[in-house]
């Protein structure tokens, strides 16, 4: 499978514990993108890098939140000190040449704060 | 960003044409028009993106209209597995990478 890829799936935590989410893009794709789903609405736009760089964040990424990709391939989503409403499904996307405005998207790790 | 409206819900049935239309009223020069389906508890599943007037692949067709306020997206005899969100997205912040989903269409096709 050549999609983009994202571990875990599902992910269950207590309120107050740290988690982080990895997500593989498509591998010739630079861009790299995350997303927050929550049930009913339509995914929100986190953060974006391309290649190493992170260049643009959502003001919905607060200061618990930090995104990585550190050798501009895969990237991780770390999220500290959970809270009941970081309960959602966090969605990555990848996008590269020669159609860079085309977002493929992984299947999503749900996560359930307690 | 561009802000795009497109119903809420459809219903339809097996083996007829779909069309769902979405109004994107100020609509910037360079931006793209995107449609993406998605099933319950997957990401989203890019189906067709156009500039202007007519694409077409082996999933759908988009039409868009010489003033590119409006687009529709068109899925010829559909089946019980098109059930689905629809979601139409225009254009791309100021740095040309992020997506703005609106609620999307949700399409029931019935039996």
């Known amino acids: 499978d050549t999609g983009v890829s994202q571990n875990p799936r599902h992910k269950i935590t207590k309120r107050g514990q740290n988690v982080t989410f990895r997500c593989d893009p498509i591998?010739?794709?630079?861009?790299l993108y995350w997303y927050r789903q929550t049930l009913g609405q339509g995914p929100e736009f986190l953060t974006y890098?391309?290649?190493?760089?992170?260049?643009?964040k959502s003001r919905l990424l607060s200061d618990r939140f930090s995104a990585e990709r550190p050798k501009g391939s895969f990237s991780t989503l770390e999220i500290q000190r959970t809270e009941q409403g970081d309960s959602a499904m966090y969605l990555c996307?990848?996008?590269?040449?020669?159609?860079?405005?085309?977002?493929?998207f992984g299947p999503g790790t749900r996560l359930t704060v307690l | 960003l561009a802000k795009t409206t497109q119903p809420i819900s459809m219903d339809s049935y097996e083996g007829q044409e779909v069309n769902i239309t979405c109004s994107h009223n100020?609509?910037?020069?360079?931006?793209?028009i995107t449609w993406y389906q998605q099933f319950p508890s997957q990401g989203p599943r890019f189906i067709i993106q156009?500039?202007?007037t007519k694409v077409t692949n082996e999933v759908a067709s988009l039409f868009i209209p010489a003033d590119r306020k409006s687009s529709t997206l068109s899925l010829p005899r559909v089946s019980l597995s098109d059930t689905a969100v629809y979601y139409c997205l225009v254009g791309l912040d100021n740095a040309g990478n992020m997506l703005t989903f609106g609620g999307g269409t949700r399409l029931m096709v019935k039996p």
């Open positions: 996307a990848s996008s590269g040449d020669p159609t860079p405005h085309t977002q493929y």
């Open positions: 591998s010739e794709h630079n861009r």
């Open positions: 156009g500039y202007k």
């Open positions: 100020n609509i910037a020069t360079n931006d793209y």
């Open positions: 890098f391309q290649n190493e760089a992170q260049l643009e």
